[in-house]
Structure formats: C-alpha cells, structure tokens
C-alpha cells in the first residue's frame, strides 16, 4: 500500500467517527466549486477577439436568438467549445478520482497509465478504417482501446496482486506504444492532417460543434450519477479488501466495475477532443486537499477538473494572440511540474 | 534493489575466461550489424537488389537512379543510424550502470527531450541555422536535463528506485516535449522541416557532417573505456570504491560528461529517441552480466543494428511512405517496458 498523501491512510477512520463535519465541508466546497465553475464558463465564453456584451453572451449561450453577431460567435463558435472542455474536463476527473480510488494512489490515472493514449489509438484506427470523424462514431472504438490499454496495463503490471509501482512502470510502456500506435496510424491516414494529427496527441479542443457538446453531456449523465453512486463502497474499499469484504461489499468485483467505468469515461473524452493530459491526474488531488475529504469526491473533482480545462482551454485560445496551441499542451506545462512536485516531495515513502 | 544488483560483481574476474567466452558474442552482434547495415541499403520504398548496391558503393555509375537512390539517400541515413544507434545504447549502459537502475534510459529520463528543446529554442527563438551551433545546444540540453532528471529522481530513495526515476523522467518529457511542440506550433516553417525530426528520424537532419559528430562520438566511448574499472569498483559503494582508489565523484563526473555528449549528438542527429538505451543494454547485460567492459562493448554495435533494423521495418511497413524510426523504438520500446514491469523486483534499502 503506498500512498502519498501523508494523511490517506488514516483519513477514513477520522470520516466515521466526524461524519458530519467532513460531509459539511465537502459539501459547501462542492458548492462554491460549481459556482466557480460557472463564472469560469462564462468568463470563457465572453472574452475573444471579438467582443460581445455580457447580456448577448448569456442569453446567445443558452440558445435565446439575439438578433446579433452573438448568435454566431458565441452560439456557435465558443459555446460548444467550453462546454465540450468543460465536460470532458469532468469526464476525465471523475475516472482520475476512481483510479486513484482503486489503486490507493494519487499518480493512478488514466493518462499515466496509457488509457487516455489507447483511447486516442482507438478513435485514430476508427477515423482510419472508417473514414468517420464524428465522435459518436469515434466514441465505441475510443472506450474499446481505453479498454484494451487497460487490460494491458492491469495484466502486465500486476503479479498477483496490483502493486502500484509495477502498475505505473507498465503503464508509462504502453502511454508509449499507445502514443506510436496512434502516430503510424495518423500516418497511414490520407490527406494533409498535420495540425489535426497534434490533436490526437495531445489533445485539442478546437473546432468543437453542438454535436460534441450533446455526446459529452449524455456520458456525463451516464457516468458521474455511476460514480458518485460508488463513491461510498470505494471509500470502504480504500480501508482495506477484508473491512470491506466484512461489510458486505465485494471487493473484486466493485474494482473491476470501478475500472470499467474509469475506462469508460477516458474513452468517451478521448473521443471527444483526444487525450487531454493531467486533468485527471491533478483535478482530484486539487478536490481532495480543498475539501479535505478522507476519500475521493467525485462531484468535487469533476467540477474541478471542469475548472481546469476550460481554464486551459481560455489560454489556448487567448493567451498567445493569434497563435492558437492544442488545450493538451497547456494542461501538460501545468500537471507536469505538479507531477515532478509529487514525486520529489514523496521521498522514500513509495518504492 | 534491481535485478542489477542480484549479479555478483566480478572485480577479480580472471580476465582471459571472460576474453575467451564473450568472444563469440562480439563476433555475433558485429554479424547482426552487418546484416542490418545491408538491409538498411537494400530495403525501403524500393526494394534494390544487394548486386546494384555494391556497383553503386564500389563502381559508381551516376545514370543508374538506383545508384543514385543508394548514395544520396540509404548510405546517409545508415550511417546516422550507425552513430545515433551505438551512440544511445551506450549512453543508456552508462547511465543504467552509474544509478544502478535498470530504468535509466536517455530517453526516458527525459535528457533526449532536454536536447530537443534546446534545439528547436536555438531556431525558433535564436535563429540558430547551422548545424554545428545547434549541435553545442543539445549538448547543453542534454546537460541540463540530465542534471533535472537526476535531481527529481535520485531524492530520497535514491537513484536506484525505478518509479521515482521513471515517473521523473515522463514528467520531464512530458513539460520539455510540450514546450518543443509549442515552440514548433508557433513557428509553421520550423514545423514543416523539423517535424520528422522531433519523431525520431534517421534522414531528418541528412546535411549533418557525420566524421565530426563519430569523432565526438568515439571521444565519449574512450572516455567511457578509460573509466570501466572505476565505474565497475564503483558498483561495490563509495567507500569500497574509494579504497581501491577510485574517485566515486570523478567517475560519476565523467559519465555525466559521456552520456551527454552520446545523447546530445544522438538527439541532434536523429530526434529525441527513446528506448534504444533501455533494450539494447538490457539485452546485452543477459550475455555479459556484471562485466562491464563487455556491456559497453557489445552495446554499440548492437544498438547500432536495433536502430537500424527498426528504422527498415519502419520503411517497409508504410510503403510507399515511411514511419519515423522514434515511432518504431517507441512501440517495441514501450512494449518491453510494460515487460519489464512484470520482472522488476523492488527491495526498500
């Protein structure tokens, strides 16, 4: 058991003998946290070259015709945008708090362990065998190689039992195969596609459309009401396979279902905008300091990493000007120094 | 402690027993390397047969485009591939060996990237053009990044934890590799000329002067020839080392200064390539075990072959087209790694 969050493995016991004290906190921070993440949104919305009055932009947001050039620029150019980021920010988030519930262990995520990767060699194969690029199609190949990196990494990695450090060392092998598998498919794929093969590298949340937006909201409402569903037996779980198997549960079977689903939600954002890297690494961590929550906090942590990537995705789009670089990259120069941070900061605790 | 340490080191080993059984093997990898050297010439998006290579080396006929297509082109990238390859491999050795770890690969670590990086701020932002400047600016990415790598991973548990140095090292790729593809993003024409390059590459950079760079290159391998003793002394700890009078900081020193420049002019040659310094010594070290002269021997021309059979399949594999050679390491690579994982015993010190 390695966990580098000092307070982790007792937190819990401290979740039963206060529960409603933690329950209030968590609950008040998940609230000023939906709260930020809608000023973000709006922030997001509003600002760009071209400016557009505060009023238009909500109204044009929510799809009220304004009569103005609102309707198109904000309608229908930034609003799928944000809210494509915004929800797959919280896709990506909820399966980082699930992974990071499994493996007991905060550098457990779907992009660390190569399924964001294996889901963008899916989507490319689709786009490849195909020829279809809208994310609906995408979405089955996309959750299949999540899957199949999964499976991997979870055969590869494990001896027996799952030990975090030979889980991540495998899954840092197939982020790389996934990563080269996804280049020779791009390819093999016709027509000049340069800028666009980035995106399915790193990740990009350009050019989204209502379509996006419609598929991103149907997984989230599929997945987090499933996630926060299993955020009480996980939490169990994280006390230990025979407390939990004492207390009725089944720990094998809850794993793998909450594996599944983690899967499942890095697929589905994958197929949306490729693979966005660090948001489900960082979002949970950041939801668990700020809530101080023993365990994981799915809806905190999908609001977070909400937060975060339409953060992300405003630098993109404003920070350099004209130059518009891929969302993935910002979310890299930020999750990578925090992920350095963790590991010089965890000493000798994991091996 | 990694399966490195499970060897017993042979500081006595009796010389001429170890001369006599490794022998064959040498033999063995510089065969491989001259099968891969011909495939490299005869293979590609047109397949030409070995008669027509030898008249285009030894009886140049400039009317024949196949002659042509094997003199401008093959015999380039095969010598690129010949010093990048044997240049990466013996970095990773190096590197393996100082921290002990059988993770430590150029690559991985993130020193490759590190280069990267500061070749592609030497154009984009410097306007750097010639090769030599950007040459001394991998050597001085390698450098720092190396030192970075070193400093994230070798806190604490020291360098010899694989996850510490493994996870250090992707972060770092992952911040360095975002800052190159942003700085190639912002700059269209450095993108178009340089893209092939960043994916590891063996005829990206074919203007490169290759006698200059082997020069460099066969300085590191006498540097590295010069410090095997130490470094194999060094493997018993500090204090033992420094009993049978070694330096333990001087030998550190000069590995440090002999993996940046294998990794700097790799990288400025090929593109940050990963993987080849984490196979080829592994592979290697299942023939020579602890004996450290015959790792670093036999990776060079084993890690020349693996470069250059990796970058054949790449070309055969997407004919007319081709596939950088930095896509192929990295699958097989990557694949060995998750392998890898499975074998890696972890004892806490």
Known sequence: MTTLLPDAPLAPAASLTRPRRRL??????????????????????????????????????????????????????????????????ALLAASG???????????????LLGISSGAAAGAVLCIYLTQNTSSLALAPWAVLGAMVA????????????????????????????????????????????????????????????????????????????IGLFMVRRLRVLEMGDDLAAGLGLRPGRLRFVALVIAAIAAGLAAALVGPIAFIALVAPAIARRITRSPGITVAASALMGAILTV????????????????????????????????????????? | ????????????????????????????????????????????????????????????????????????????????????????????????TVTRNPLADPGLLGINAGSALAIVVGITIFGVRTFGGQLWLAFLGAGLAGVAAFAIGGRGAGMSSPVRLALGGAALTAVLGSVTTALLLTNPDALSSFRHWLAGSLIARAEAPILPLAIVGLFAVLVTALITRSL????????????????????????????????????????????????????????????LGWLFALSLPVGAATILLCDVFGRLVARPGEVPVGVTTALLGGLLLALMARRLTVVTL
């Open chain 1, 24 to 89: 209030g906190r968590v609950a008040r921070v998940t609230i000023i946290l939906a709260v930020v993440a809608l000023a973000v949104i709006i922030v997001s919305l509003w600002m760009g070259t071209v400016s557009v009055s505060l009023w238009d932009t909500l109204r044009a947001a929510v799809g009220i015709d304004t009569g103005t050039g609102a309707d198109f620029i904000v309608g229908q150019l930034r609003a799928p945008r944000v809210y494509t980021a915004a929800l797959v920010g």
């Open chain 1, 97 to 111: 708090a699930l992974m990071q519930s499994i493996a007991r262990n905060p550098l457990a995520s779907p992009d």
């Open chain 1, 150 to 225: 999964a499976a991997l990494v979870i055969v590869l990695g494990s001896r027996g039992s799952i030990e975090p450090f030979r889980l991540i060392i495998a899954g840092i092998g197939i982020e790389f195969v996934a990563t080269a598998a996804t280049t020779l498919i791009l390819t093999k794929i016709p027509d000049n596609i340069v800028p666009q093969a980035y995106a399915w590298i790193v990740g990009s949340t350009n050019a989204r459309t209502w379509e996006h937006v419609w598929m991103g909201a149907a997984s989230c409402l599929v997945i987090l009401p």
């Open chain 1, 311 to 351: 953060a992300a995705d405003l630098a993109a789009r404003e920070l350099l000007g004209s130059i518009q670089l891929p969302v993935g990259l910002y979310t890299s120069l930020i999750g990578g120094p925090y992920l350095i941070y963790l590991i010089v900061r965890s000493k000798g605790q994991f091996q």
């Open chain 2, 1 to 96: 402690m990694t399966t490195l340490e499970r060897e017993p080191v042979r500081l006595d080993a009796p010389r001429r027993s170890a001369a006599r059984s490794m022998t064959p093997w040498l033999i063995a990898a510089i065969a491989l390397l001259v099968v891969a050297v011909i495939l490299s010439l005869c293979l590609g998006a047109r397949s030409i047969p070995l008669s027509t290579v030898w008249d285009a080396l030894f009886h140049y006929n400039p009317d024949i485009a196949e002659q042509g297509v094997v003199r401008e082109s093959r015999v380039v990238r095969t010598l690129i591939g010949i010093v990048a390859g044997a240049a990466l491999a013996l970095a990773g050795a190096l590197t393996q």
């Open chain 2, 232 to 291: 194999t002394a060094l493997a018993l700890g500090d204090d033992s080392a420094a009993a049978l009078g070694t330096r333990p900081g001087r030998t550190r020193a000069l590995v440090m200064v002999s993996v940046t420049l294998l990794a700097g002019l790799a990288t400025a040659l090929a593109g940050p390539i990963a993987f080849i310094g984490l196979a080829v010594p592994h592979l290697v070290r299942g023939v020579t075990k602890a004996r």
